[in-house]
């Protein structure tokens, strides 16, 4: 079971057992609100063990959960799964090097960078935060302090590599994946990280480097989908056709009333039919009698 602010009921996630030396101090995770990388809107992710990680929630129609001698009325679930806090963290030190045309930006300390105004939640990944953003950032020490600032060619072979792990990894979860062409896998590999990343400037400069127009690709992949869907008649025009169904339609529609007319007279011929013999059934018995 969790808890996090603004949410008074109880709600079933299933995480990794967080280790009694998490940050709360009572052996539970801990609830953090955050800023989404792509579309900046406030979303809940769960620190726990080091690693932080975001939830994917999932519910039927109907259903609760007995935890014990609680009902749990929602039966939603929620399954935390990890995230690389390069993604989370990438938008916050970009807006943080203030760049400028012409040079590559300000170096900053990290306490300075994560301090994010209404997401304070971003102070809880320091430990975190120092250890990943070495991969895309340049670091200089003046004495015990460290000052980090984001390097544009760093997050690209970052995001290079992302791709590469990602083209590896999609067969092996899905042997569809496996008879897809390059272009095609390289097309859905972009647009996984693309749920991660703003269009302006990584996922541009992502495409530019491997040299993909993802619109150019999309509706390749969609033309060549309605391939094997088939198409109208070549010597009748869409008015033509329009008209024709519309009378098959009438057509069809007068023969099932003239089919159901037909039943109905049919019908009823025989509850008469049946009424006859009854009265005389009966008044043959009489006469029997």
């Given at each position: 079971?969790?808890?996090?602010?603004?949410?008074?009921?109880?709600?079933?996630?299933?995480?990794?057992?967080p280790?009694?030396?998490?940050?709360?101090?009572?052996?539970?995770?801990?609830?953090?609100?955050?800023?989404?990388?792509?579309?900046?809107?406030?979303?809940?992710?769960?620190?726990?063990?080091?690693?932080?990680?975001?939830?994917?929630?999932?519910?039927?129609?109907?259903?609760?959960?007995?935890?014990?001698?609680?009902?749990?009325?929602?039966?939603?679930?929620?399954?935390?799964?990890?995230?690389?806090?390069?993604f989370?963290l990438?938008?916050?030190?970009?807006?943080?090097?203030?760049?400028?045309?012409?040079?590559?930006?300000?170096?900053?300390?990290?306490?300075?960078?994560?301090?994010?105004?209404?997401?304070?939640?971003?102070?809880?990944?320091?430990?975190?935060?120092?250890?990943?953003?070495?991969?895309?950032?340049?670091?200089?020490?003046?004495?015990?302090s460290?000052?980090?600032?984001?390097?544009?060619?760093?997050?690209?072979?970052?995001?290079?590599?992302?791709?590469?792990?990602?083209?590896?990894?999609?067969?092996?979860?899905?042997?569809?994946?496996?008879?897809?062409?390059?272009?095609?896998?390289?097309?859905?590999?972009?647009s996984?990280?693309?749920?991660?990343?703003?269009?302006?400037?990584?996922?541009?400069?992502?495409?530019?480097?491997?040299?993909?127009?993802?619109?150019?690709?999309?509706?390749?992949?969609?033309?060549?989908?309605?391939?094997?869907?088939?198409?109208?008649?070549?010597?009748?025009?869409?008015?033509?056709?329009?008209?024709?169904?519309?009378?098959?339609?009438?057509?069809?529609k007068?023969?099932?009333?003239?089919?159901?007319?037909?039943?109905?007279e049919?019908?009823?011929?025989?509850?008469?039919?049946?009424?006859?013999?009854?009265?005389?059934?009966?008044?043959?018995?009489?006469?029997?009698?």
């Open positions: 079971m969790a808890r996090w602010d603004g949410i008074e009921e109880t709600r079933l996630l299933i995480a990794p057992a280790a009694p030396t998490t940050a709360t101090g009572n052996g539970e995770g801990l609830m953090l609100s955050l800023r989404h990388p792509k579309s900046g809107n406030q979303t809940c992710y769960f620190l726990n063990n080091g690693s932080i990680q975001e939830l994917h929630w999932f519910k039927q129609s109907y259903g609760s959960w007995f935890l014990g001698d609680y009902v749990c009325e929602d039966g939603g679930l929620y399954i935390a799964t990890p995230i690389d806090p390069v989370l990438l938008p916050i030190f970009e807006e943080a090097r203030m760049k400028n045309e012409g040079d590559q930006g300000k170096f900053r300390q990290l306490d300075e960078i994560l301090f994010v105004n209404t997401y304070p939640g971003f102070q809880h990944l320091l430990s975190i935060a120092e250890d990943s953003m070495q991969i895309v950032c340049e670091m200089k020490e003046v004495g015990s460290k000052f980090f600032r984001l390097n544009d060619s760093k997050v690209l072979a970052w995001l290079c590599h992302k791709v590469h792990q990602l083209k590896m990894t999609l067969p092996t979860l899905d042997k569809n994946y496996g008879a897809q062409n390059e272009k095609d896998m390289l097309t859905e590999v972009v996984i990280l693309g749920e991660y990343l703003k269009e302006e400037p990584w996922l541009n400069l992502l495409c530019s480097h491997l040299k993909l127009d993802r619109q150019q690709e999309a509706s390749r992949q969609a033309a060549h989908s309605h391939e094997f869907l088939p198409g109208p008649l070549e010597s009748t025009s869409f008015d033509q056709a329009k008209s024709g169904s519309n009378k098959k339609a009438s057509s069809n007068g023969k099932e009333t003239n089919k159901k007319k037909m039943k109905t049919t019908n009823s011929q025989d509850i008469k039919d049946m009424f006859r013999r009854a009265t005389r059934s009966s008044s043959s018995s009489s006469q029997a009698k």
